[in-house]
């Protein structure tokens, strides 16, 4: 695998005293830096989508706890603060649980600096390995669909659902990606569709409401995606939109692929009724880049994940190994519990 062609992007970075952060708001008109010195800069950036993606968000976090504890700050506050930034993406509370059991073993700003590193380092290695495992289970020359962003951009580096298909495509099995928009943030359109074209991946955009259309067509013979949680039955959050893909590929006889390292799989969920699902602000959904496209006076709902059943899904490709048709209990072999 060619890393210094297909992973090339790192959008969280530690500089030993301040976190820079590629703001992902901006892109791709603007390659614009955050620099965050305290954890509420951090727990804003996370709050605002600046950082997003469910691994860069419990990446994140964790060096928001050594910002924390470097500036003397009470760190159950910083914790706390840093928990309730977003709800749905559980490597988040991951992270958070891992930094808080180091400071409870008595860690100083040193020792949190050397877990924040640890929890970054292991999600490329993670991402890599799932790279490998992924795409090893599609046949040569295949279309595929992805949707929201899962690449470096989501994650420490190379990303999940995209690592798959940056090593698929490297390895000869993918011809061609598609990528879904991602109303209403656009991750698709803005975020994707940047990194496949650094990395000349041949990808084509659709509209949201075309993937039916293009699976129809035979274009595509499995739809891959990251994932924000997965329950101890292999119930999946992920994007808005992730469930009517999983029916559509089901219906087509599409494969449908979760790619994501275990910090985002939830065993003490047990299952996709019980995952807290982000309802934002419905302005987001009134207006496109600013610009107010809905009548005054409307009103929206905007919840930003959905839960895919695992009976939709064919496989879930973690670190640990992959899952086909996954069950509570085929789960609990690979995680415990
Ligand atoms: O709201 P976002 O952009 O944070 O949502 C991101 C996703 O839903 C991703 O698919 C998921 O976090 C996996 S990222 C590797």
């Not at 309730?84 to 958070?96: D, F, G, Y």
């Not at 595929?144 to 798959?164: K, Q, R």
Request: charged residues 20%.
């Amino acid at each position: 695998m060619d890393y210094d062609r297909y992973d090339r992007i790192r959008a969280v970075q530690w500089q030993g005293d301040h976190l820079r952060l590629l703001d992902q708001r901006l892109l791709p008109q603007e390659e614009r830096w955050i620099d965050c010195t305290s954890a509420a800069q951090v727990t804003l950036a996370i709050k605002d989508l600046a950082v997003r993606g469910a691994p860069a968000i419990g990446i994140a976090a964790a060096w928001g706890v050594v910002l924390a504890a470097k500036q003397g700050e009470a760190l159950d506050g910083a914790l706390a603060m840093l928990r309730a930034a977003r709800p749905t993406a559980v490597n988040l509370m991951w992270a958070l649980d891992r930094m808080k059991a180091s400071i409870a073993k008595g860690a100083d700003a040193t020792a949190l600096e050397r877990e924040a590193q640890a929890i970054q380092d292991e999600d490329l290695a993670a991402n890599r390995h799932m790279g490998e495992l992924g795409a090893a289970l599609i046949a040569p020359h295949s279309g595929v669909l992805t949707h929201c962003n899962t690449g470096s951009l989501a994650t420490s580096g190379f990303g999940t659902a995209l690592g798959v298909i940056r090593a698929g495509v490297a390895g000869g099995r993918i011809d061609q990606v598609f990528a879904g928009e991602t109303r209403p943030w656009q991750q698709g359109a803005r975020l994707t569709m940047w990194e496949l074209v650094r990395d000349g991946i041949p990808a084509k955009l659709i509209a949201d409401s075309a993937a039916s259309h293009l699976m129809r067509s035979g274009a595509v013979q499995w739809v891959i995606v990251g994932a924000d949680r997965i329950a101890a039955n292999g119930d999946t959050a992920n994007k808005i939109g992730t469930y009517q893909l999983a029916i559509a590929a089901r219906h087509h006889g599409v494969k449908f692929m979760v790619v994501a390292p275990s910090s985002t799989v939830d065993m003490a969920t047990a299952s996709g009724d019980d995952i807290e699902i982000e309802l934002r602000d419905s302005a987001e959904l009134l207006a496109v880049a600013g610009r107010r496209t809905v009548v005054e006076g409307a009103d929206a709902w905007n919840p930003v994940f959905d839960v895919t059943p695992a009976d939709l899904i064919d496989a879930i490709v973690t670190e640990r190994g992959v899952i086909e048709r996954p069950t509570t209990k085929a789960m609990q072999a690979l995680f415990g519990r």
